[in-house]
């Protein structure tokens, strides 16, 4: 029988991935080895790919304790947590999950927005708590059809959900570094700008220290008081004190958030929030999507192991 391929896993990804991997691999599992990276010592020599996720990531100190590695395959799209530019510098591929989770992504921001706008979550507990019998009409929340959606960050999940945005025949603006070719949506340079022209604002671009409070209490002022923010990306984007404040104070109309800056911790002010709608980080929580996520991740290594390299890289 030919010899398994060494490979190093981070974390957990779910139970089935975990099986997949260690009955084709010899899978070492960082997470269960007592001492965590100190103990690994002699036994990273052969290791030639790293199997983590956006959540579990990969630092600069565990790619330098792996002198024959050669393929980082994350499960996630962003990879904030993973130091691509340490392992670039020494030829180091990754590869990330592009596009298997644009649609359920996009599906829950609009589902947010909806929450956020039309005030679902709250109608269902006026529901079930009998307030609709007790209490009667619920007050009336704001329209979403026809509306103006800005999009922050128009990539693979913000041109999802803009598709869907022209289903509720909205107008769509969108702000990027760099303006689209070939996109029918209004580009403006300026975030505030944007902000200003929305009625809805929707954060989707990546994370990380480069977008880090891109929405920052200017662009949520030019939002303004019927303003309603939508953030399926990371929570890092939003400056969530001025957020918070800015919801407290009415200077800020609403937000759906599936993301925040220092979860699972919530800021308390929302929980009492009627305005806010709230969901713990389940943008690509399906069943389907992440079946296709954990099968991109075991793909990319396949592909890797047998000398034809990674599917979705991430760029250099
Ligand atoms: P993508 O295709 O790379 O799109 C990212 C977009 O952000 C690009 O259009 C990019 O345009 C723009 N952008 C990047 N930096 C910017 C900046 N400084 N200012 C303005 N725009 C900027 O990525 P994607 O696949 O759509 O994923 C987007 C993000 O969604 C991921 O990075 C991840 O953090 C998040 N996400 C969240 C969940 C969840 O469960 N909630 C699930 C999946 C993904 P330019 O390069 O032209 O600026």
Partial sequence: MPE???????GTLGDETDATLQAQYDVLRLW???????????RTAGI?????????????DLIAR????????????????????????????VSNTPEVLDDCVADLAWALLLA?????????RYVKTGQWRSIGAFPLSTRVSGKRMGILGLGRIGEAIARRGSGFGMEIGYHNRRARAGVPYRYVESLVELARWSDFLVVACEGGPATRHLVSAEVLDALGPRGIVVNIARGSVIDEAAMVRALAEGRLGGAGLDVLEHEPAVPPELLGMDQVALTPHVGSATHETRREMAQLVLDNLASFLAGRGLLTLVAA
Avoid: F, K, N
């Fill in 4 to 10: 398994r391929a060494r490979i190093l896993q981070v």
């Fill in 32 to 42: 269960e080895t007592p001492g965590g990276l100190d103990a690994l010592a002699e």
């Fill in 48 to 60: 030639t790919a790293v199997v983590t996720s956006v959540r579990h990531g990969c630092r600069a």
């Fill in 66 to 93: 792996l002198p024959d590695l050669r393929a980082i395959c994350s499960w996630g799209v962003g990879y904030e947590t993973i130091d691509v530019a340490a392992a670039h510098a020494r030829g180091i591929a």
């Fill in 116 to 124: 956020a706008a039309r005030r679902t979550s709250v109608a269902d």
